[in-house]
């Protein structure tokens, strides 16, 4: 048997292809789930929002163009982009398009899956808390870095940002979320002693969860 084809063989079929559409979505659509599961809470609108984005990937295919970028990029720029764009207009009757489309597409099975991705795609509760309290950017940055296990130079294609650029607001953010964790640590009022943890313990936590 050989092997499956690349995505932008796929791509480049998905529109006139039932078959290469079911094979790409197969492929990718865990990965949406969980993008999308760390930055939505409610399981129906991470649900809407897959179905949109392969949506829009049956439409956008034509345009996709490998030199600005390779397709899981590609892909999860458009989920950035919807999840923006819900955020910003609240559309009801887009939401309520996207949830019959979304019925169709997503089988009984994925939408069983996302209360579980919810929960595994979230970090520790103090992580957690302190990313809630950095700024979109650099929560953002930190997500596409750990979580959403993307290379330096994938993130970047779907912040619409250089390499360069994207590593220096990681490591930006790091800091942040680092001294975010001290902050919340504080507030808490532990009792002193050895049990306390010092910044560097605290950068340690940091980068277990967001490598």
């Known amino acids: 048997m050989g092997s499956e084809p690349a995505d932008t063989e796929l791509l480049g079929r998905l529109s006139a292809d039932p078959a290469a559409f079911e094979i790409f979505y197969r492929r990718h659509?865990?990965?949406?789930i969980g993008f999308t599961a760390r930055r939505v809470r409610d399981p129906a609108d991470v649900a809407d929002l897959v179905a949109s984005t392969f949506l829009t990937v049956l439409t956008a295919a034509r345009s996709y163009d490998e030199s600005r970028g390779?397709?899981?990029?590609?892909?999860?720029?458009?989920?950035?982009?919807?999840?923006a764009g819900a955020r910003r207009r609240r559309g009801r009757e887009a939401a309520a398009a996207a949830r019959i489309a979304g019925r169709r597409l997503i089988d009984a099975s994925d939408i069983e899956r996302l209360e579980e991705r919810i929960d595994a795609a979230r970090a520790s509760e103090a992580v957690r808390g302190a990313l809630g309290r950095l700024k979109p950017r650099a929560r953002e940055a930190l997500l596409l870095a750990g979580?959403?296990?993307?290379?330096?130079?994938?993130?970047?294609?779907?912040?619409?940002?250089?390499?360069?650029?994207?590593?220096?607001?990681?490591?930006?953010?790091?800091r942040a979320l680092a001294r975010a964790m001290a902050d919340g640590q504080a507030s808490s009022s532990p009792p002193p002693g050895p049990a306390a943890a010092r910044p560097a313990d605290l950068t340690t936590r940091v980068k277990e969860v967001i490598p």
Do not use: C, H, N
Not at 29 to 32: A, G, K, T, Y
Not at 70 to 83: F, K, S, V
């Open 147 to 174: 979580p959403d296990g993307l290379t330096s130079r994938q993130a970047a294609a779907v912040l619409g940002i250089s390499p360069a650029a994207f590593r220096m607001r990681l490591t930006s953010a790091r």
């Open 29 to 32: 659509v865990d990965r949406v």
């Open 70 to 83: 390779e397709p899981t990029a590609w892909l999860l720029g458009i989920t950035a982009r919807l999840i």
